[in-house]
């Protein structure tokens, strides 16, 4: 009897601990919806011809309801805000313990940042992690100082003080949360030309530090290992600006690793991108339309010089993806009627 009272009290305390962990930890359903991008990942389909990995300039640029529409090409974002190239890298592992992509597309502006920058974006794209290796690698390579992994494996040590900041939003996605993305695609309908460029500022020095030269060399040898084609791409927003002295440097990488990398600044025009409709906060990031030229685009190199065949003919898989560009063409239609109406998106979960 004894022994009873201490294992049910045990799974109550277990119970306990989680439900108030859940409670207390932020929902990203009706603000920050970025930081709920991480772990929808796990609840999707596993078998993606690619995968993305990177910071805003893949999860707000690329469509892969559209990559499918086109060319009948699976893919999934893996994308997070300001995703430092190790939690790319990690993130990629991750992603590589449940399927094997025959293409990686790595957008390389990560690279300007070579040690961790805060807790914030931190959090945003490792919370929604499962436990694992490759989340604990994670954790240690972001964490800033103030920082401890214990905060990460039971992040109501972090948030236990949000009792009085609960809102209904923690209540009403306490159980489940809704998708905040298709297939890792971050959708916006507004338009905000990009009128004014700023001119990047003069850096004391632009070269590339080493952790990120580390961790890009890991991505690099992870994708040889698995026999995955590895494509570098800088994605066409104009603003972070993006140096001559950076584009050398991945070329000089790409060339010496036989990569590819497709500067997307450079063939913006050939893209059809046009930046007085296609992005929606001034050059910062593409809106649906931007990134459904973009990604014919891609999807054309994809098909052309990686091979990857068109699946459509797939009844299983034309299945799945049927329901997935349902949601994406519903979202896009009401964020639509929504700027109509009240010159304002509403519409971020599903």
Not at 83 to 112: C, G, H
Not at 205 to 233: H, W
Not at 244 to 252: M, S, V
Request: charged share 30%.
């Amino acid at each position: 009897m004894k022994r009873l009272c201490i294992c049910v009290a045990t799974i109550a305390f277990v119970i306990c601990f989680l439900s108030a962990q859940r409670l207390l930890a932020p929902k990203y359903m009706e603000s920050l919806h970025e930081g709920a991008l991480t772990a929808e990942y796990y609840d999707d389909e596993k078998d993606n011809d690619v995968l993305f990995i990177g910071d805003c300039e893949v999860y707000e640029n690329f469509s892969p309801a559209e990559l499918w529409k086109a060319y009948g090409i699976t893919s999934y974002i893996r994308g997070g805000p300001q995703q430092l190239i190790w939690q790319s890298y990690y993130l990629l592992l991750d992603a590589l313990r449940y399927e094997t992509p025959d293409v990686v597309v790595f957008n390389v502006l990560a690279m300007k940042y070579d040690a961790p920058q805060s807790e914030a974006y931190n959090r945003l794209n490792l919370d929604g992690m499962r436990l694992s290796r490759a989340k604990l690698g994670a954790i240690l390579a972001s964490m800033t100082p103030e920082e401890t992994v214990l905060s990460y494996i039971f992040p109501i040590f972090r948030y236990h003080d949000r009792w009085n900041a609960l809102t209904s939003e923690d209540l009403k996605y306490f159980a489940a949360s809704e998708s905040v993305s298709h297939s890792g695609y971050y959708m916006r309908n507004d338009v905000k030309p990009a009128n004014i460029v700023p001119e990047g500022p003069k850096l004391a020095d632009y070269r590339f530090g080493e952790n990120s030269y580390k961790y890009l060399d890991k991505i690099t040898a992870l994708c040889e290992s698995k026999g995955i084609d590895l494509l570098l791409v800088k994605a066409p927003t104009i603003y972070p600006h993006w140096y001559p002295q950076w584009d050398e440097q991945i070329r000089d990488y790409a060339d010496e690793h036989r990569l590819r990398f497709v500067n997307f600044l450079e063939r913006a025009e050939e893209a059809g991108i046009d930046f007085d409709t296609d992005t929606y906060d001034g050059g910062l990031h593409l809106n649906r339309r931007g990134a459904e030229k973009l990604t014919d685009f891609l999807g054309k190199l994809l098909a052309e010089d990686y091979g990857l065949e068109d699946r459509r003919t797939d009844a299983a898989v034309a299945a799945i993806w049927r329901e997935k560009t349902r949601d994406y063409e519903r979202m896009a239609e009401a964020q639509l009627r929504e700027l109509d109406e009240y010159g304002e998106i509403r519409t971020f979960t599903y």
